[in-house]
């Protein structure tokens, strides 16, 4: 059974950073690209960055671009994205993926279960 646990969330105030890490088990995705999304309170789920299985391609949402970045470990079979000087707006909850074929949640193979992060001002 595939597993994709997330941690690292939390509470912090604007400007500071967390950094968030995904654990996978029951299958490996070294050969697969690997992400992160997040959803908002009363939006939908959106897509925040992806990186390649060799860890040499990345991608980021807009927004987060020069803030956030996004690291895997194939070996550990984890993908990590840290993030720094947070806002308000980046407050929601974060959502590891893998087996990631592109941009929209259809696009995504596995899931987890989600880590809360809440930006303060």
């Not at 470990?73 to 947070?86: E, G, I, P």
């Amino acid at each position: 059974q595939v597993q994709l646990v997330e941690s690292g969330g939390g509470l912090v105030q604007a400007g500071g950073s967390l950094r968030l890490s995904c654990a996978a088990s029951g299958r490996t995705f070294s050969n697969e690209a690997m992400g992160w999304f997040r959803q908002a309170p009363g939006k939908e789920r959106e897509f925040v960055a992806v990186i390649s299985w060799s860890g040499r391609g990345t991608s980021y949402t807009d927004s987060v671009k020069g803030r956030f970045t996004i690291s895997r470990d194939n070996a550990k079979n984890t993908v990590n994205l840290q993030m720094n000087s947070l806002k308000p707006e980046d407050t929601a909850v974060y959502y590891c993926a893998a087996s990631v074929g592109g941009f929209r949640e259809s696009d995504v193979g596995y899931w987890g279960q989600g880590t809360q992060v809440t930006v303060s001002s």
